[in-house]
T-cell receptor, first 110, second 114 residues
Framework: AQRVTQPEKLLSVFKGAPVELKCNYS??????LFWYVQYSRQRLQLLLR??SRESIKGFTADLNKGETSFHLKKPFAQEEDSAMYYC????????????FGTGTSLTVIP | NAGVMQNPRHLVRRRGQEARLRCSPM?????VYWYRQLPEEGLKFMVY????????ESGMPKERFSAEFPKEGPSILRIQQVVRGDSAAYFC????????????FGDGTRLSIL
């Protein structure tokens, strides 16, 4: 069965420090992985998706099929990065539904 | 483009009443998805609809819950005879198509059952 695991519920880093939000998944086929972000009092919005191979707001994420991971990274955290981050999976045989992790709340300490 | 609009933002119901949650997709989007987020949990898929059709309702509880997306008007998630355990945030998302299209989310409706 498909599953997305975000092991850290809370993560605090100092401004300027590197940050990595972990995401592991379980899926037997070829998944499509996404990161969504929810800033305070705002709606959930797409941050990036693995097929785009892009960097958004300094964040990158690489799909590692061997480790079944899609960790989100940023070399230098900024205060405005403080938000809730959700990793999500969409599989080739799951229709169009997404499977979300439980989220990681990131706090960047000034 | 106003984005995905959900209303109401907050809904309070007493046990046994009905709750109706509305979702208007983004302009040009014909696919709608409903998710539920219970306290301390991630978003869980409930149902996927296209205009006038339910495509996948595998995440929907078998009783008391129903969803529709009529030809005209918003998508409606309906919960009959609500119970305390239905208290949650309900999110709607829409997409232009189904394949390789990202989903855009609304602000959610927070349902509280007294």
């Amino acid at each position: 069965a498909q599953r997305v695991t975000q092991p850290e519920k809370l993560l605090s880093v100092f401004k300027g420090a590197p940050v990595e939000l972990k995401c592991n998944y379980s899926y037997s086929g070829s998944p499509e992985l996404f990161w969504y972000v929810q800033y305070s009092r705002q709606r959930l919005q797409l941050l990036l998706r693995h097929i785009s191979r892009e960097s958004i707001k300094g964040f990158t994420a690489d799909l590692n099929k061997g480790e079944t991971s899609f960790h989100l990274k940023k070399p230098f955290a900024q205060e405005e990065d403080s938000a809730m981050y959700y990793c999500a999976l969409r599989g080739s045989n799951t229709g169009n539904q997404f499977y979300f992790g439980t989220g990681t709340s990131l706090t960047v300490i000034p | 483009n106003a984005g995905v609009m959900q209303n109401p933002r907050h809904l309070v119901r007493r046990r046994g009443q009905e709750a109706r949650l509305r979702c208007s997709p983004m302009k040009g989007h014909s696919h709608v998805y409903w998710y539920r987020q219970l306290p301390e949990e991630g978003l869980k898929f409930m149902v996927y609809l296209q205009k006038e059709n339910i495509i996948d309702e595998s995440g929907m509880p078998k009783e008391r819950f129903s969803a529709e997306f009529p030809k005209e008007g918003p998508s409606i998630l309906r919960i009959q005879q609500v119970v305390r355990g239905d208290s949650a945030a309900y999110f709607c998302a829409s997409s232009r198509g189904s394949v390789y299209q990202p989903q855009h989310f609304g602000d959610g409706t927070r349902l509280s059952i007294l």
